[in-house]
């Protein structure tokens, strides 16, 4: 048997969580593409829309906010902190890692929309036959390098050693 290091712990640990999450997104972009077939943003389904309002471009990229997206956003939020409060467990880095996962969850689920949707595939995406990605860096939508950003520095803000406590001298 091989002894296991705390770092090994870590990695596995952190390898697991990302596979967790893009599998789940693997699973639920099958869902998504079975109710929204090839109208993506929920654009077909019987459901509110909010198509202008400023608040849109501050917190949603400028995409219309639809009923569908406003139960489902925050429905896969709750499920992924399930465990820690089934646990009773929570703590700082638990959350960035959760966070974490939720971001991986989403960028991974939105591409793989793309990736594995007939209607799609990867020649359709781009600005023009997506439009509801308002905004996009190169060859992805913008919301895929910000979130991959802010995932990369919450897993390191859960990974990083703490720093040692000072000890105050005392004088005689």
């Not at 870590?10 to 972009?29: P, S």
């Not at 880095?93 to 966070?99: A, F, L, W």
């Not at 997506?130 to 913008?142: E, R, S």
């Amino acid at each position: 048997m091989t002894a296991t290091t705390p770092a090994t712990t870590a990695y596995r640990r952190l390898f697991g969580m990302l596979f967790w999450a893009i599998l789940t997104a693997f699973f639920f972009a099958n869902v998504e593409i079975q109710i929204e077939g090839a109208a993506g943003w929920a654009a077909n389904l019987p459901t509110w829309r909010i198509e202008q309002h400023w608040l849109l471009d501050i917190f949603w990229g400028g995409r219309v906010m639809t009923g569908y997206h406003a139960w489902i956003f925050p429905f896969i939020a709750l499920m992924f902190h399930y465990p820690i409060w089934f646990n009773g467990s929570w703590d700082w880095r638990g959350e960035c890692r959760i966070m974490a996962s939720i971001m991986v969850f989403w960028i991974s689920e939105d591409w793989l929309w793309f990736v594995l949707n007939p209607a799609y595939g990867l020649a359709r995406f781009n600005p023009v036959d997506v439009p509801w990605h308002k905004h996009w860096l190169g060859a992805v939508p913008t919301d895929y390098w910000i979130y991959s950003i802010a995932a990369i520095v919450l897993l390191w803000l859960a990974e990083r050693k703490p720093r040692p406590a000072c000890v105050a001298l005392s004088q005689s």
